[in-house]
């Protein structure tokens, strides 16, 4: 039986933080050639809130955060952003996504960072370049301004890639498997500057593999393997029977199950 093709109808997912929402999907389903990713999400997540988001492989992490910023097709449903945020959003894909075969240097590199207020041929000023080298210092990369891209460890080119965040300076903040192959230390670095930036009031939304990790340093959680599991405070999100049962889900998937079309 084809477990991803199942349909239970269940009260919409939301998130436990109350306040405005910064980021909201309703109904939202994400499909690759008709083949499912994201079935039917329907919730928010809250201005300032600090969430993880799980689920096993190929369940639609990397789907939704790129659906939000546009770069995955939305089969049905929609998602809104606060008018005043739309441009406003940081996202950081998966380390291996990012081609760095581009001739460029460390400092480089952030100040891409400032292209969302000046534009990608604006000038940069010498507030800019402060802006810039202040973020290196703060991921531990000064010193380095000048080297190639090509030339640093995964673990620098993930710092060098928070540094451009940090310079970006956006209120909503989307990260896709952050901590991939890079080293304790430099994880437990880059979770403080997540921390950090919740607690500035920005929104930050993270795909993560540890649920160790997200038990204790994000208060909420969306859990989803294709579908929707559970969405709130982390300790309930990520109980037994919900992880239990995004497990079945995954083993029952089948890769060219159709899109479920169920009515909004």
């Not at 096993?56 to 945020?85: E, M, Q, Y």
């Not at 990369?141 to 080119?157: H, K």
Request: glycine share 8%; charged share 20%.
């Amino acid at each position: 039986m084809n477990v991803a093709h199942q349909h239970v109808h269940r009260e919409p997912l939301h998130v436990g933080t109350q306040g405005r929402a910064a980021i909201s999907v309703c109904n939202l389903t994400v499909a690759y050639n008709r083949h499912p990713a994201v079935h039917h999400l329907t919730g928010d997540f809250s201005e300032g809130s600090l969430t993880a988001l799980c689920g096993p492989n190929g369940g639609g992490k990397s789907s939704l955060l790129k659906a939000i910023v546009g770069l995955a097709p939305i089969a049905s449903g929609h998602v809104d952003i606060a008018a005043d945020r739309k441009r406003a959003i940081a996202y950081l894909p998966q380390v291996v996504e990012v081609d760095r075969g581009f001739p460029l240097k460390v400092l480089d590199v952030a100040d891409l960072g400032h292209w969302r207020r000046s534009g990608a041929f604006g000038r940069l000023t010498g507030a800019h370049r402060r802006q810039s080298l202040s973020a290196l210092a703060a991921v531990g990369l000064q010193g380095l301004e000048l080297r190639p891209i090509e030339a640093l460890s995964v673990g620098q080119f993930q710092r060098l890639l928070f540094a451009r965040l940090i310079v970006e300076d956006a209120p909503i903040i989307l990260l896709d498997e952050p901590f991939n192959a890079i080293d304790q230390r430099t994880t437990e670095d880059l979770l403080k500057l997540i921390v950090g930036w919740s607690h500035e009031g920005r929104t930050v939304v993270a795909a993560i593999h540890d649920l160790d990790m997200a038990r204790r340093a994000f208060p909420e959680a969306l859990l989803i393997a294709r579908e929707p599991i559970a969405w709130g405070a982390t300790a309930e999100v990520l109980d037994d029977a919900n992880l239990a049962r995004a497990r079945d889900l995954a083993e029952g998937w089948l890769e060219n199950a159709p899109v479920c079309e169920v009515p909004a």
